[in-house]
């Protein structure tokens, strides 16, 4: 390609289990040389246990997840660095706010809080319901992070919206702006494919085209977005002017094919 396009993804500013196992599994399969699952498991174990013992002394369900937020980022989040991997939160405790989120939507599934993950187009957090209203966590903020009134939750919602253009991390650089405009509610399967697609953009941002395009197939099996066929075409004009052997050019050429027709409508929440 002529000159350098950066890509960003979500990067900025989250006893016996049930939901636990699986959702685990599945954000830990995106980190293919993890092998440290069980330790992983284990870790989500003792802090659920420690919470249940905590929020046994809470006042109500409101005070049980502040308990909940300030334990899980002092146990687990430990310095931010933009489009980590997964597993990195659970060796040395490096997140960013799709980790961080992934790591939240496994505590509050296994607690049983009433929460939404909210998506926008370089962004995911937190929407927590509770008894004495919803709560809106950020996971990449561990001092302020834990907003719960209205209007502090509605003023960060709205920098949310207008922070929809691509954040600039360097002058020299060329920022992709996505076209679309997103703010909507994933499942927590969804997190799966998002955190593929984080690592399908670090892979384009090194120019390592055939991972991007491994790394983006993957995505688009588990969470077919918007973001994925966006990505896809930019893929599709790098390699077309590729160094990659004509017979391997082509191959990656049809494998993104499938990922470029535009079916995928957001579902909007303004």
């Known amino acids: 390609m002529k000159g350098k396009i950066i890509v960003f993804g979500l990067i900025l500013m989250a006893s016996e289990l049930c939901a636990q196992p699986f959702l685990l ?41 502040q308990l909940v937020f300030q334990k899980t980022q002092q146990r687990f989040l430990k310095r931010y660095q933009p489009h980590t991997d997964v597993a990195r939160l659970f060796e040395n405790g490096v997140y960013d706010c799709l980790t961080a989120t992934a790591l939240f939507s496994i505590i509050l599934e296994e607690l049983d809080f009433r929460y939404d993950i909210i998506e926008t187009n370089y962004h995911i957090f937190l929407m927590v319901k509770t008894t004495r209203g919803d709560v809106l966590l950020e996971t990449t903020d ?20 207008n922070a929809n253009t691509a954040p600039r991390v360097s002058s020299r650089a060329v920022h992709y702006p996505f076209s679309f405009d997103l703010y909507r509610v994933v ?28 790394y983006l197939l993957r995505a688009n099996a588990v969470y077919a977005s918007l973001r994925v066929s966006e990505l896809a075409e930019l893929l599709h ?32 929440l303004r």
């Open 142 to 161: 561990p001092y302020h992070g834990f907003v719960s009134k209205p209007e502090q939750i509605q003023e960060r919602i709205a920098t949310y919206r």
């Open 237 to 268: 004009v790098a390699i077309r002017e590729s160094e990659l052997t004509p017979a391997v050019r082509e191959q990656r050429l049809n494998d993104l094919d499938l990922l470029t027709t535009r079916h995928v409508v957001a579902a909007s």
């Open 25 to 65: 599994t599945d954000f830990l399969q995106t980190s293919p040389d993890f092998n440290q699952t069980e330790v992983a498991r284990q870790k989500i174990q003792a802090h659920l246990a420690d919470l249940t013992s905590r929020m046994a002394k809470a006042d109500d369900d409101r005070a049980s997840l």
């Open 187 to 214: 499942e927590p399967r969804n997190l799966t494919g998002l955190l593929w697609y984080n690592r399908a953009v670090v892979a384009f941002n090194r120019a390592d085209w055939e991972a991007s395009v491994a």
